[in-house]
């Protein structure tokens, strides 16, 4: 199984940087999911690692250490719209079973 | 448009009802999975499948029975909701790829069960 940890809340400024960590202990990692949440709708899928290292995507970058059982979601140039919940999600090498973090609440203030 | 289709939307219903939400997706995807989120506890797995007639238990599956008999359909039945099923319901699908089994959620279903 996996035990995921992410913090529940953080709040920053528009235009700053957030970062979002992620620590996980499973019984077998195959892949980590980084998802993003607006209040009353469906996750949508931002990111994933598999490797160690960083991935980045335009504003939005993620970072893996697989020995660390380790991961962040790095958002740069705040804007309003991207206060919402970011869930960190870990795929077991059962390869079919995906296990969410409870997720943080990024809180964007002008 | 690809999407992962819920309905009903919103239920409220009452303890011992039986009720079906019914999920559906247009992608042609092999894998499907229920999960219901409840507050400070994030997604759990229900159920999950990973093709027609292959389903297996997630992380909190009493309760609830699923179904895959075509491809692109996944069920969740509810055959005597309790009050402790109210919660927010999604049904993903997911298929083999690059970046691996990236999950496409439907729009949810907002339980409530008297």
């Known amino acids: 199984g996996q035990n995921i940890d992410q913090p529940t809340e953080m709040t920053a400024t528009e235009g700053a940087i957030v970062q979002i960590n992620c620590t996980y202990q499973?019984?077998?990692?195959?892949?980590l999911f980084w998802y993003q949440q607006h209040a009353g709708e469906a996750p949508t899928f931002l990111s994933y690692?598999?490797?160690?290292g960083l991935e980045e995507k335009g504003r939005f970058s993620s970072f893996l250490s697989r020995s660390k059982g380790y991961s962040y979601l790095l958002l740069k140039e705040l804007q309003m719209k991207d206060s919402a919940s970011y869930l960190c999600a870990v795929r077991d090498r059962n390869d079919y079973k995906l296990s969410f973090g409870a997720g943080t609440t990024v809180t964007v203030r002008a | 448009e690809a999407q992962v289709t819920q309905n009903p939307r919103y239920l409220i219903t009452v303890t011992g009802k039986k009720l079906t939400v019914t999920c559906s997706q247009n992608m042609n995807h092999e894998y499907m999975s229920w999960y219901r989120q409840d507050p400070g506890l994030g997604l759990r797995q229900i159920y999950y499948s990973m093709n027609v007639e292959v389903t297996d238990k997630g992380d909190v599956p009493e309760g609830y029975k699923v179904s895959r008999k075509e491809k692109r359909n996944f069920p969740l039945i509810l055959e005597s909701p309790s009050p402790n099923q109210t919660s927010l319901y999604f049904c993903?699908?997911?298929?083999?790829?690059?970046?691996?089994?990236?999950?496409?959620f439907g729009a949810g279903t907002r339980l409530s069960v008297l």
């Open positions: 499973t019984s077998g990692f195959n892949g």
């Open positions: 690692n598999v490797l160690d």
């Open positions: 993903a699908s997911s298929s083999r790829g690059r970046l691996g089994d990236i999950q496409y």
